[in-house]
């Protein structure tokens, strides 16, 4: 029997950055979109998993046009998604279109390079990371992504290559701790890494938070990251204003000690945790969360940690 390819297949990844980068930019301008939501449609797993992120943002809500409001919210979603995606691709490729940017926190940014002692930047599932990518480049900065490999290799090279054309450089991590070495190479010698926190891959350490009142879980990598180098925290998000327009916001910096105490941990956790909570109520229907909830069950704490409680 015939079955579409899953929703981050190769196949799709292709037939959008050949429409991103190859058809007129009409095509661009006004496909995204309607593509977007018709792969929503054909998904009803990933199409509960975002009424779940909706309801975890909004609460619980009531009235007679609850269900019009929620459906509407869930397809504005995926549409967000095909449009982020198709610029984003747009933004790697060999001649891309001209982006306009608006940039807050803008001070935060240039004082982390300025400094020369490298940033962590703390992001999400949330609008075009490659075309906010595209901005610290051009603003000078020697970026670097680190995130779990895609479960479909060709489509992880497809934008692998994007991000290597615009300046990026990529690490793919994992539970390998070894991993994380060229990362911490890289920001001491100055470069910014971006790590994606509302999401845990299976195997990797996490620490507890609440997001929205709800209890959830952040990668403890780049606290650990910070806590190893040095380099401040810095909250950096996304988000689609229209056809070919995009927001950054960058947050004030979080600060670790080399050997934090639990208690100044979990303060930074919190204060990573709010900001990223901020931006999504801002943009709720820019959240490309796709995963389950990370309903942690053996949350890892951190080696200081450990040594303060012996």
């Known amino acids: 029997m015939f079955r579409l390819p899953r929703y981050d297949a190769g196949f799709w990844r292709a037939c959008a950055r050949f429409g991103a980068t190859r058809l007129p930019r009409a095509v661009l301008r006004h496909s995204p979109g309607p593509i977007g939501i018709a792969l929503g449609a054909a998904n009803a797993t990933i199409r509960a998993q975002v009424l779940d992120n909706l309801r975890l943002i909004h609460g619980p809500r009531s009235g007679a046009r609850t269900s019009l409001e929620e459906a509407f919210d869930v397809a504005a979603t995926f549409a967000s998604f095909g449009h982020c995606l198709a610029e984003g691709l747009a933004a790697g490729s060999d001649e891309p279109?001209?982006?306009?940017?608006?940039?807050?926190?803008?001070?935060?940014?240039?004082?982390?390079?300025?400094?020369?002692?490298?940033?962590?930047?703390?992001?999400?599932?949330?609008?075009?990371?490659?075309?906010?990518?595209?901005?610290?480049?051009?603003?000078?900065?020697?970026?670097?992504?680190?995130?779990?490999?895609?479960?479909?290799?060709?489509?992880?090279?497809?934008?692998?290559?994007?991000?290597?054309?615009?300046?990026?450089?990529?690490?793919?991590?994992?539970?390998?701790p070894l991993a994380a070495l060229p990362l911490a190479r890289h920001v001491r010698e100055g470069g910014a890494v971006a790590l994606q926190i509302d999401r845990v891959p299976e195997g990797m350490r996490a620490v507890p938070t609440r997001l929205f009142g709800a209890a959830w879980a952040l990668p403890i990598g780049p606290f650990q990251l910070a806590q190893a180098t040095g380099a401040p925290i810095l909250p950096l998000f996304t988000a689609r204003l229209g056809y070919l327009h995009h927001l950054v916001v960058c947050e004030a910096p979080i600060r670790l000690k080399k050997r934090p105490s639990g208690e100044e941990l979990a303060v930074a956790v919190q204060q990573v945790t709010y900001a990223f909570e901020r931006f999504v109520a801002r943009f709720p229907t820019q959240w490309f969360h796709f995963a389950p909830h990370p309903r942690v069950v053996d949350v890892v704490g951190d080696v200081a940690v450990k040594r303060e409680a012996s």
């Open 97 to 176: 279109p001209h982006f306009r940017y608006a940039l807050e926190g803008r001070e935060h940014l240039m004082r982390a390079k300025d400094d020369g002692r490298g940033a962590v930047l703390v992001t999400g599932h949330l609008g075009s990371w490659d075309v906010a990518g595209s901005v610290m480049v051009q603003r000078g900065f020697d970026l670097a992504i680190a995130m779990a490999p895609e479960r479909d290799v060709s489509a992880r090279a497809i934008s692998d290559a994007g991000r290597v054309r615009a300046g990026i450089k990529v690490f793919h991590v994992g539970a390998d």
